[in-house]
């Protein structure tokens, strides 16, 4: 069983103290190893007593970090919003550590549900579901839906057992900006505004879940991940594929995270380009006015070698692979002091749907959002 608090409340800031009295102010985050079995135990601990106490905890999934808080705690949730400036109708993902725990968020389980939890949870799949009534309006966005996933790392799933109730989850980042692959990247852009960060080493599948929305007749994408819509059918036993929607209209409530125009963007302009050879990338460069010296490329099959631009990086062209280390290197970009970054543009085909999704939402112009 799970039980909710309700209420809103003013608790956009920290509480007074922790959870064993201590003054709050100011905060600087504790990062924790896990890379033994009693440091393990240990983070297990303080993260389940940040938590039980209405804070937030920053915790590694196999996707992307994750920015923690009591999913039934409408004060607790809050805090997310406030600490990552992110917008109101964008939901959150409830994390669950059981088919009860999801079950019981959810006011309905379909069969089709639980065929897919069966092929794919633990893992980096979301389902939406017609929403539980315990499960507070600022998670849903007051929508009548919640997002639902039982993630594989071990950490979190060792919280939310510790806990006793699901967490929800957004990348440990300020809104709209590069979601964190390490606990360094959480503690540059979230170390004064948490209390704890857990280093549950580099994340494993580097790109945030699959979303699919159960709620219609059909199936239907609402983000691409690395679980394919391929692998979603053969699951399903379905010849025919998946809807997929990748954009959502600039008012309203979302039914998912993800969907907003611009997301996942460093802090310089990115651009996602094709070329054959490095002489068409120069052109392509000047054309576009770009400084060669402080652009930095990221490759995969094309990779320039005269030397004229600010930094060169190859991802193996392999959607696995290249997903797990995409955020790194944008966010190595970044703190290069890259002005511009030149993304080889990714293969069209379905093994690469998802790292296209986030490229084309980090490239979008701001007057997307």
């Known amino acids: 069983m799970i039980h909710s608090e309700d209420g809103l409340g003013d608790g956009l800031g920290v509480s007074a103290d922790g959870p064993a009295g201590r003054p709050t102010e100011p905060i600087v985050a504790e990062v924790l190893p896990t890379d033994n079995t009693a440091a393990f135990a240990r983070a297990v601990t303080r993260a389940t007593e940040w938590l039980r106490s209405g804070e937030l905890v920053a915790l590694p999934t196999e996707t992307v970090y994750g920015l923690a808080a009591n999913a039934l705690d409408a004060r607790a949730v809050a805090k997310i919003f406030a600490v990552k400036g992110r917008p109101a109708n964008n939901p959150l993902i409830v994390h669950v550590a059981s088919l009860e725990m999801a079950q019981a968020c959810a006011n309905e389980w379909p069969r089709v549900a639980e065929q897919l939890a069966a092929a794919f949870w633990p893992g980096p799949l979301t389902l939406v579901l017609a929403r539980a009534p315990e499960i507070p309006d600022i998670v849903t966005a007051a929508g009548p839906t919640v997002a639902l996933r039982w993630p594989s790392h071990p950490f979190i799933q060792a919280v939310i057992r510790a806990c006793g109730f699901p967490l929800a989850a957004p990348s440990a980042n300020l809104s709209g900006q590069l979601s964190p692959t390490n606990a360094e990247h959480v503690r540059k852009s979230l170390g004064h505004s948490v209390r704890l960060i857990v280093d549950g080493g580099q994340s494993q599948v580097g790109i945030e879940s699959t979303v699919l929305d159960l709620t219609e007749a059909r199936p239907r994408v609402l983000r691409p991940g690395m679980i394919h819509e391929a692998s979603l059918r053969a699951a399903l036993g379905e010849s025919g594929g998946a809807a997929t929607e990748t954009s959502a209209a600039s008012v309203g409530s979302l039914r998912s995270p993800g969907m907003l125009p611009k997301h996942y963007s460093p802090r310089a302009k990115l651009f996602i380009w094709p070329w054959r050879d490095e ?33 060169v990086s190859v991802i193996p062209h392999d959607p696995e692979a290249y997903a797990r280390a995409l955020y790194a290197e944008l966010h190595l970009c970044d703190e290069a002091g890259a002005e511009s970054i030149i993304v080889e543009a990714p293969p069209e085909t379905p093994e690469w749907a998802a790292i296209s999704d986030r490229l084309t939402r980090a490239s979008a112009s701001d007057s997307l959002t």
């Open 279 to 311: 002489v068409e990338l120069s052109g392509k460069a000047a054309a576009a006015h770009l400084t060669p010296a402080r652009a930095h490329i990221i490759a995969h099959t094309h990779i320039p070698m005269g030397g004229q631009f600010g930094r």
